[in-house]
């Protein structure tokens, strides 16, 4: 098998300001091994980490068609998975988050719903640690993000929504290097993968390079890094965008067995319909404020979820002045 180009753009760049050793991660070699390069002292923060880069505890490896995707056990009843507080971010003069605080139960499947450029993105790059805010603060399981973003790394999963990848990897080597980054042991990294590549349909693509995936089985096989080491929260932005019917179905199983048995999972979607078919919380986002957050039904109130959307997000336009494409 031919091995892999380094890419460009590395996924993580450990450096002093997360505490982590002075050496940089590069991508594995052709056998799947990673090699290190000279530490950096640069201490301003890495905005393209997504991970923690201290040996993360694991669970037993799965075994059959699906994976054991057991998370660590959850924090104390009633304490929230994640918390933010009053988190800001502006670009110019453009507020993409304007002061949001918002709490997600332990062991919820939380959505968080909004239009386009209504600072969904934005939110979740600065819960995960992928972007500074200019105030605020974000815990995940009571570890504060940017004080302590090692550890708190260490709990999360995230699929990031058009994040670079190592895209000259096969998908075997892509989630092999996740799981190897988190520390895992050799052994149950390959049995986690090839259970992920097996549940997610990639098996046959399993070492073809991901840069000839279509859109659809990248989403899959970054997802699959994002689950290898079983994190206790896992965060997805636009999970099922390109994603076939078969293929979502499969994921909402193993999401929904994953929130059964103590993880959280938050899921930004466009899709009213599916995230009030599968989530138990909702939170809508609006102009960088959160209009509603609750349970679902708390938040539709009696209707659907997509006419509750619509009405907090300013009503339907009409279609009016477009004469000209009505049949005459």
């Known amino acids: 098998m031919t091995s892999p180009t380094e890419p460009q753009d590395p996924i993580v760049t450990p450096s002093a300001r997360d505490g982590a050793p002075g050496a940089s991660v590069a ?5 799947g091994r990673p090699t290190a390069s000279p530490g950096s002292t640069d201490t301003a923060p890495a ?3 997504k991970v923690g880069h201290a040996p993360a505890p694991v669970a037993e490896a799965g075994h059959g068609d ?5 998370p660590e056990p959850a924090p104390a009843y009633g304490s929230p998975a994640v918390s933010l507080r009053g988190l800001v971010k502006t670009f110019g003069h453009k507020v993409a988050v304007a002061g949001i605080s918002l709490d997600i139960p332990a062991g919820s499947f939380y959505g ?3 239009p386009n450029g209504a600072g969904k993105t934005t939110l979740l790059s600065m819960a995960t640690g992928l972007l500074r805010p200019d105030a605020g ?7 504060d993000m940017w004080t302590d973003p090692v550890q708190a790394k260490r709990l999360l999963g995230v699929l990031p929504d058009g994040m670079a990848i190592f895209d000259r990897l096969t998908g075997t080597q892509l989630v092999t290097y996740a799981g190897l980054l988190r520390g895992m042991d050799r052994e149950t990294v390959a049995s986690r993968t090839a259970d992920l ?6 098996r046959e693509a399993a070492d073809t390079l991901v840069v000839d995936y279509s859109a659809g089985m990248t989403k899959k096989v970054t997802l699959a890094a994002a689950l290898i080491h079983a994190p206790r929260v896992l965060v997805l932005d636009e999970p099922f965008e390109a994603v076939d019917p078969v293929s979502a179905s499969h994921i909402r199983a193993i999401l929904s067995d994953y929130v059964a048995s103590g993880g959280t999972v938050i899921v930004s979607s466009h899709v009213m319909d599916l995230v009030q078919r599968m989530c138990d919380h909702v939170a809508v986002v609006v102009d960088g404020q959160v209009r509603a957050a609750g349970t679902v039904d708390e938040v539709r109130a009696g ?3 997509e006419e509750r959307f619509v009405e907090l997000a300013g009503g339907q336009l009409s279609g009016e002045g477009l ?3 009505r049949s005459s």
Not at 66 to 70: H, N
């Open 27 to 31: 991508p594995p070699d052709g056998e």
């Open 47 to 49: 905005p393209a980490a």
């Open 66 to 70: 699906e994976p054991a995707l057991v």
């Open 112 to 114: 968080l719903v909004g």
């Open 137 to 143: 603060t974000a815990t995940i399981c009571g570890v």
């Open 197 to 202: 590549m097996g549940v997610l349909d990639l």
């Open 303 to 305: 209707r659907s979820l």
């Open 323 to 325: 004469s000209w494409l």
